[in-house]
């Protein structure tokens, strides 16, 4: 049984049923598969420290002895009651294999019936011999954990937050989530840090001119600055904000990008309304800054899905041509940008 959406993840974590013998939590996410997985154990046994209840078995500890898996799955729990074995993978082919053949016996019933055997990996492919064992096994649980969304990472930030009794305006909520590390983990602890900044239980509720010295000035808001003013026409000011990212340390391959993604995101814009959507409706949707909507908004007004389309060679191009070595990535980004602002021109912006 796969469980992908929130409410079935969240309602199986909270009260698992006696009657899945096997928990597959895989992604590329490590953190978030710790997380998740360290919620079941606390709803598995007691102490998930107590060495006589759990058994942490890794990756290393089974290959080339699979028997250690079998063993583990096999003992009974001292103190009697449920019995948790967690097996911590990487992405050794042959301990898939093995995990595999544990997951099929152990829900057969050829081991302790009353132990949980929770499975902990990396981002499993479609060819994982566990992945398929465990999605079509009818005593097994699979979880897979895929990147938080932004209405993820604003929850995540607003709880970690009213733990201290401090909080943040709307728009500074938005200001941290765009600015925030992708991998969970590292995200928790810069929430820590900022609920440290703000002093834990002052009540205060910041906002963007509060995070400013938190956030400090980073290379990647030039060159979003930058993609902003190739997209508006605005050579001069596009070409100043790729400067300024150079000398704050980051390389041409990195403003191809920034212009890539804005790109993208009027892609998506334009494709959201024309699917129906309000305009700042689809803005906000395709992660738009509040200080950039109307901006964007204007250039959405004036570029065509088909004119995207147009530019999306030349930023591909640009891309293949700064991974080339030897090659003068500020000057090909600043060509791009040249291109894009031309067009922009064309277009009345």
């Not at 492919?125 to 979880?143: D, H, M, Q, T």
């Amino acid at each position: 049984m796969i469980l992908s959406k929130r409410a079935e993840v969240d309602r199986f974590l909270s009260a698992p049923t006696a009657d899945i013998r096997a928990v597959l939590i895989y992604g590329r996410d490590r953190a978030i598969v710790h997380e998740r997985a360290d919620g079941l154990a606390r709803k598995t046994v007691p102490n998930i420290d107590d060495p006589f209840d759990v058994a942490v078995v890794t990756e290393g500890d089974i290959d080339g002895n699979a028997a250690k898996l079998f063993e583990e799955l096999s003992a009974l729990s001292l103190m009697g009651g449920r019995r948790l074995v967690r097996l911590r993978l990487d992405e050794k082919a042959s301990v898939d294999k093995t995990a595999a053949e544990a997951l099929k016996g152990h829900t057969a019933g050829e081991f302790n019936p009353d132990a949980l055997f929770l499975i902990e990996a990396g981002a499993l492919g479609r060819e994982s011999g566990l992945r398929k064992e465990a999605e079509k096994n009818p005593a097994a649980v699979v979880i897979p954990c895929y990147e938080d969304e932004a209405g993820d990472v604003a929850r995540m930030i607003r709880e970690g937050l009213a733990k201290d009794k401090v909080g943040l305006t709307n728009e500074a909520l938005e200001l941290l989530r765009a600015r925030l590390p992708h991998e969970r983990g590292v995200a928790r602890q810069e929430i820590e840090r900022l609920a440290l900044y703000l002093g834990p239980g002052s009540g205060m509720v910041a906002t963007p001119e509060d995070l400013q010295d938190f956030l400090g000035v980073e290379p990647e808001a030039s060159l979003g600055d930058a993609a902003i003013d190739a997209f508006g026409g605005r050579l001069g000011a596009a070409q100043a904000g790729l400067r300024r990212a150079a000398a704050e340390g980051e390389g041409g391959p990195a403003a191809v990008r920034a212009m890539g993604f804005h790109l993208g995101r009027l892609r998506r814009t334009l494709t959201l309304i024309k699917s129906g959507a309000g305009a700042q409706e689809a803005a906000k949707a395709s992660g738009v800054f509040w200080k950039n909507e109307r901006e964007f908004l204007r250039q959405a007004r004036a570029w065509t899905l088909p004119q995207l389309d147009d530019i999306q060679p030349e930023v591909l191009q640009a891309d293949k041509l700064c991974k080339t070595a030897g090659s003068p990535n500020h000057l090909i980004a600043e060509r791009l940008a040249l291109t894009i602002a031309g067009r922009a021109r064309r277009l009345g912006l």
